[in-house]
């Protein structure tokens, strides 16, 4: 039963549930106990297909090691090793893939761009702004940003790249994207890595806020549009620019919403560690 419970329990968070929660919008307005949720439902659906191939293992096993008790616990036994190791494989392809892109990147960048105060600044006409993230991380902007570009809005979109590079917004991207391509399409759901992406742009976006306002954040957005960033970087005019805009003017605090967002996560962990992982470690220590 609890092999069951675990199996199922890992398919609804791996899709149903990211699905449903891509519906609703309203959550966009807590996007930092919003983010908690995400990572609280990958890490729940990651633990809950570990935990069903290994609970059937030992439930076949039981102290009895006979050879037939083995060839059955074989099977699940190898598919948690297959999600394993899937992980692992996505981790470094992923891991090498963006760092790799942003090494090079960055030379380029240190060869062609000037160096002000901190923030790379590009030779080229075309408005745009972006960051690299890493250990040797950058802020980089166009001589047309620089130019179309007020003073305040300038300020605001560096604002915008730096609360990227201070939060580490690339890992947390980084994590979902592994798990998305871990698996097939058919098991996984890309709402998740969708809605995270979204999410690490409003949290930049209200970083900024806090200290140049909305007014600038959304007139540089404006004069940003329609300029591509490279790979493997994080743009201030990036996903879902039409649902920033209205959060941006949305300064309410929404505590309330907040609380039950966290406690939702809270409950997407504890709870399943409490009526279906404990009993299997209490059969373990029986065994």
């Given at each position: 039963m609890t092999t069951l419970v675990l199996a199922a329990l890992a398919m609804v968070l791996a899709g149903?549930?990211?699905w449903a929660l891509s519906r609703l919008p309203s959550l966009r307005r807590t996007p930092r106990a919003t983010?908690?949720?995400w990572q609280a439902i990958a890490l729940a659906a990651v633990l809950a297909a570990l935990g069903a191939g290994l609970s059937f293992v030992t439930a076949r096993l039981d102290g009895h090691l006979s050879a037939g008790a083995w060839a059955l616990a074989a099977i699940p036994l190898c598919l948690t090793a297959l999600v394993v190791g899937r992980l692992l494989l996505s981790g470094h392809r992923v891991g090498t893939q963006l760092r790799d892109l942003r090494r090079r990147h960055r030379d380029l960048v240190d060869l062609?761009?000037?160096?002000r105060d901190g923030v790379s600044v590009l030779d080229h006409e075309a408005p745009t702004a972006y960051c690299l993230p890493g250990l040797r991380s950058r802020v980089v902007v166009s001589r047309?940003?620089?130019?179309s570009l007020s003073a305040v809005e300038l300020d605001a979109v560096l604002a915008h790249e730096r609360a990227h590079l201070r939060a580490r917004h690339d890992l947390v991207l980084e994590a979902f994207t592994v798990l998305q391509q871990a698996f097939p399409a058919v098991v996984t759901s890309r709402n998740a890595l969708d809605e995270v992406r979204l999410l690490v742009e409003v949290l930049a976006d209200r970083a900024a806020r806090r200290h140049h306002g909305a007014r600038p954040l959304i007139t540089a957005f404006g004069a940003l549009t329609g300029t591509a960033a490279p790979q493997a970087t994080l743009a201030a005019s990036g996903v879902g620019l039409r649902a920033r805009l209205d959060l941006l003017?949305?300064?309410r605090h929404h505590r309330l919403q907040a609380a039950g967002v966290?406690?939702?996560a809270i409950g997407v962990l504890v709870l399943p560690t409490l009526l279906v992982v404990l009993p299997w470690l209490t059969g373990l220590r029986g065994t």
């Open positions: 149903p549930v990211p983010m908690v949720l062609l761009a000037d160096d047309g940003a620089v130019t003017l949305d300064e966290v406690a939702a």
